[in-house]
């Protein structure tokens, strides 16, 4: 197998043996380019179609191009989909810099969520080289009742041996892309496929990376058109993948702050 016959494989393993090991469990839907791609190899490993329920914590602030896709999609894949609000920003920790405060309104609406519909373990399309603190990360992570999360305190995970059996009470990240990297997220995407939103293309010089609410998310400078281009590009790039969301240039703690309550 090639690599990423390889990513495939693996993260069909965990998607199974998550479903069987762990009741009651969701996905969440970003609507950007991992979370598809998360669902497409969902759709993989349950023969065509995602056995679970798919959720999109929507802030209102999405580009509407991200309605757009998620609206066809949701129907197209024929996913069991939710649609859960967040709560106001007036209801955030004031002492939280302005985006991570804006941020902070997708972990409340998670919270919400799970509260509501009592899932057991979520499905995140989260990858290790995105940023620092989700390197911390692994593949089966057990969350407080509040959704906490203690990077101090993680199961070791070795030769694909997955703890997946927890105290009561525990909430479990399930994280099927935390071994791939952005190049294989694009090089599958090619491979495969997968239907794209066209903000991740280059227009005027400009394209978007990493796509989350229009008001705190900014395009980078660019010229690639193509997904071939795409991936030169970040062959190259000494630019991060989330220099374009202003919670990422606060201060230092902001987002392992958000990241400990329960953020994504």
Aim: proline share 6%; charged share 30%; net charge negative.
């Amino acid at each position: 197998m090639d690599r990423l016959d390889q990513l495939e494989s693996q993260s069909i393993y965990i998607f199974r043996e998550a479903f069987n090991r762990i009741e009651n469990i969701a996905m969440l839907w970003s609507l950007g380019k991992d979370s598809n791609v998360m669902i497409w190899l969902a759709r993989k490993a349950f023969f065509g179609h995602v056995p679970f329920p798919v959720m999109h914590v929507d802030t209102g602030k999405k580009f509407p191009e991200m309605y757009a896709f998620r609206d066809r999609y949701a129907d197209e894949w024929g996913l069991k989909f939710l649609r859960e609000e967040c709560p106001p920003l007036d209801e955030m920790d004031e002492s939280l810099p302005p985006a991570a405060r804006s941020a902070a309104r997708k972990t409340a609406g998670l919270k919400k969520a799970i509260e509501k519909y009592q899932f057991n373990a979520l499905f995140a399309g989260i990858r290790r080289d995105e940023e620092a603190t989700r390197a911390k990360e692994r593949v089966f992570s057990p969350r407080g009742q509040g959704g906490q999360w203690d990077f101090r305190d993680q199961p070791p995970e070795f030769w694909d041996q997955y703890k997946t059996d927890f105290p009561p009470g525990t909430h479990i990240r399930v994280h099927p892309l935390l071994h791939w990297t952005e190049v294989d997220i694009w090089a599958y995407t090619l491979r495969e496929q997968i239907p794209t939103i066209e903000l991740y293309f280059a227009k005027d010089g400009k394209r978007y990376r990493s796509l989350g609410d229009k008001d705190i998310t900014f395009p980078v400078d660019s010229n690639a058109t193509t997904i071939p281009e795409i991936i030169e590009e970040l062959r190259t790039t000494k630019i991060s993948e989330r220099s374009g969301r202003a919670m990422d240039h606060e201060s230092e703690d902001a987002f392992e702050r958000l990241r400990a309550d329960g953020y994504l």
